[in-house]
């Protein structure tokens, strides 16, 4: 048996979490307040995801970055992989919220798209 302690982050509440585990399947969570605790604390010990968040250079626009995020969560394991492929990219204006900044970032098969409109 293994147990695992974690802080939801599922909202400012953060429930602290404790995750039983047998033979690597979780068998039980509690501290967990609502349903998406439970969700969450399944997901992080098996499959941990990030959704991350940025800024690109933009070149000819009114602004020198532009706010970016991955369209969906990565693997917490590749979010350096995807930072520095973010802190290398950089894109022309203009750019307009949900263009395809960067496409299959890192090969997770997720785009990095931009949050904000830059003329
Ligand atoms: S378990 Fe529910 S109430 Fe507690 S931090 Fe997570 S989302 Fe919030």
């Known amino acids: ?3 695992r302690e974690l802080t ?3 909202c400012p509440m953060g429930c602290m979490l404790t995750v039983i585990l ?11 307040t609502c349903q998406k605790g439970d969700i969450y604390a399944r997901k992080e010990v098996v499959n941990p995801t990030r959704i991350v968040t940025s800024t690109v250079k933009v070149t000819g626009g009114e602004k020198e970055r532009v706010s970016v995020k991955t ?4 693997p917490k394991d590749k979010i350096f992989e995807v930072m ?3 802190d290398a990219a950089s894109i022309s ?6 263009d ?6 890192a090969g997770t098969g997720v785009d990095v798209i931009a949050t904000k409109n830059i003329s």
Do not use: L, Y
């Open 71 to 74: 369209a969906s969560d990565i």
């Open 93 to 98: 204006a203009p750019v307009n919220i949900g």
């Open 1 to 3: 048996m293994e147990k």
């Open 8 to 10: 939801c982050i599922g």
């Open 84 to 86: 520095k492929a973010i």
């Open 22 to 32: 047998e033979n690597g399947e979780v068998t039980e969570v509690t501290g967990n």
């Open 100 to 105: 395809t900044v960067i496409k299959d970032v």
